[in-house]
């Protein structure tokens, strides 16, 4: 797919499309697991209402690419700053990245953002993700200097918490 010229589709999805939306979240936390804070086996039983939920309480964006969902962000309000929105969960398939889909997803949660009147992006990214760091880097966004840990049996992961001013 990396190789497409077909543009990036990026759809805002509700709680109706909750399967979607576990089925590509599970895929992110199978495929690239030292990128995320929750693992897998916390994720992988979780009921319908769990995910119907979690799609109700924030805004959630799939990516699709000739016709396939291949990526997924959320956002909402940051848990620290009512002035900031929270950026999370930005994954995107292996085998569609480098096709701007990543860019795309970020784009989605920068324009929702500045246009429902929030001054910031946050987002917390690991230091076992080094391909997340290059990407928001160049999307203009920098730490901020905090930092935190993943818990056990992960600790040795740190994260960096970035921003981008709107």
Known sequence: M???????????????????????RLASLRQDPQAFFKLLSE?????????RSRLASANTW????????VGVVTSSPDWDDPNAAHLSGLWV????RRCGAAQALSG?????????????VVLWVASANAGADR?????????????????PPRDTYTEWELELML
């Open 2 to 24: 990396s190789a497409t010229t077909t543009p990036v589709i990026v759809e805002l999805v509700g709680a109706e499309q909750w399967e979607r939306v576990k089925a590509l």
């Open 43 to 51: 994720e992988i039983d979780l009921a319908e209402a769990e995910w």
């Open 62 to 69: 799939v990516a699709v690419l000739d016709g396939g969902d």
């Open 93 to 96: 398939d292996r085998s569609a």
């Open 108 to 120: 989605a949660v920068v324009s929702h953002a500045r246009d429902t009147g929030f001054r910031r």
């Open 135 to 151: 990407l928001y880097a160049g999307l203009g966004f920098t730490r901020t200097g905090r930092t935190d840990t993943f818990q």
